[in-house]
């Protein structure tokens, strides 16, 4: 099942360069979440947004931007790459009312040397 | 702020044996999910919790949320090795789809 699918799978990039990962969903769900996931700290959310255009911080934001032009698509942006974003990062979406679990993407594995 | 603590860590165990892990938390909270992450995959949601003293089976897989609404447990009967993998759980407050999750418990499985 591709509801949700991110891209690239794997990426290396060099310190200070710009970086974008795309997560595109064909569920229609309203809200999207960005999170990275390190060894210790389990996961932890970088932005998130619940609709088009309407976007807010979680707890790790610094260093990342998030754009929502469309329901279908999340993109977060490292404007400047630095190695502690070296990370794991998932992608995830949810509907609303009573079954809102997440679901997540496979996953970008990024590594900035 | 809000501590959730996952408990244990990492469990080395006999394929067979029983499994039990468990989140507590600081505050209450209205939901909790537990999830199941394979080696290089995203974490799947395994069971839902939606109150109080909710005990709630998915094959060999047994939750419960906890009548204080500050933890919640998971238990993983006769384990296999397709068990391995890290276990999340999360929760969410009143009024809020969005979910905070603990550090994961990793389960391996000696054959």
């Known amino acids: 099942d591709a509801g949700i699918t991110q891209s690239p799978r794997h990426k290396v990039t060099e310190t200070g360069t710009p970086v974008t990962l795309r997560c595109h969903q064909t569920e229609n769900h309203r809200y999207m979440y960005w999170y990275r996931q390190d060894p210790g700290h389990g996961l932890r959310l970088i932005h998130y947004s619940y609709g088009v255009k309407d976007t807010d911080k979680g707890e790790v934001s610094d260093g990342y931007s998030v754009s929502r032009s469309k329901t279908e698509d999340f993109l977060l942006t490292l404007e400047s790459a630095t190695s502690s974003q070296t990370s794991v990062y998932f992608c995830?979406?949810?509907?609303?009312?009573?079954?809102?679990?997440?679901?997540f993407g496979s996953g970008t594995r990024l590594t900035v040397v | 702020g809000q501590q959730l603590n996952q408990s244990p860590q990492s469990m080395f165990i006999q394929e067979g044996e029983d499994v039990s892990m468990n989140c507590t938390s600081s505050?209450?909270?209205?939901?909790w999910l537990w999830y199941k992450q394979d080696p290089g995959e995203g974490p799947v949601l395994l069971i839902a919790l939606y109150k109080a003293g909710e005990l709630t089976s998915n094959g060999r897989l047994t939750a419960q949320f906890g009548i204080t609404r500050k933890d919640s447990f998971l238990n993983i009967s006769a384990s296999i090795p397709s068990d391995v993998g890290i276990y999340f759980c999360?929760?969410?407050?009143?009024?809020?789809?969005?979910?905070?999750f603990g550090k994961g418990t990793k389960l391996s499985v000696i054959p």
């Open positions: 999360s929760y969410s407050g009143a009024g809020s789809y969005q979910l905070t």
């Open positions: 505050s209450i909270f209205n939901t």
């Open positions: 995830a979406i949810s509907g609303t009312g009573k079954n809102y679990g997440y679901t």
